[in-house]
């Protein structure tokens, strides 16, 4: 069922690819596949959010929100664990977008939206790599595992 979803995966709203994230978290060995999935979700909706600009209390807007701390805080939780392969997630998360239509928002439509998600995510990742030593040992502070290389 989740390979199913993940082959349709770029006609799919981007709700729903948190939804596949938030079930690969839950299943033993695919926590990795969760976080790409996670991080594709979120361009994807990011993007979403920019080109269409619904307003500040839209369902939109608010399902976002809703999702980025439901989904998200468990999918962060685990990948801030280790900073260089949430960095390589992100990366594929990046990449994949690249390669695959977005059947919700046209690519080719709000290219200046789609540039600038893109940048912030990968700006993001960049400043993740540069703070890896603080976030480790803020998660240590906060009982949290670390397993990637310091």
Do not use: C
């Not at 690519?107 to 990968?122: H, T």
């Amino acid at each position: 069922m989740l390979d199913d979803t993940i082959a349709k995966a770029e006609t799919l709203h981007p709700a729903e690819l948190y939804q596949l994230a938030a079930k690969l978290l839950q299943v033993e060995g695919r926590e990795v596949e969760a976080v790409k999935w996670f991080y594709i979700g979120q361009l994807r909706y990011r993007f979403h959010l920019r080109a269409t600009e619904p307003p500040p209390h839209s369902n939109e807007r608010l399902l976002f929100a809703a999702l980025s701390e439901t989904v998200g805080q468990p999918v962060n939780r685990y990948a801030f664990g280790d900073v260089d392969e949430l960095s390589r997630q992100m990366e594929a998360a990046l990449k994949w977008d690249a390669a695959h239509d977005n059947r919700t928002t046209s690519k080719s439509r709000y290219p200046e939206a789609l540039a600038a998600v893109r940048s912030e995510m990968d700006s993001f990742r960049r400043e993740m790599l540069d703070r890896k030593a603080e976030i480790r040992r803020l998660r240590e502070e906060n009982g949290l595992s670390n397993w990637g290389e310091p």
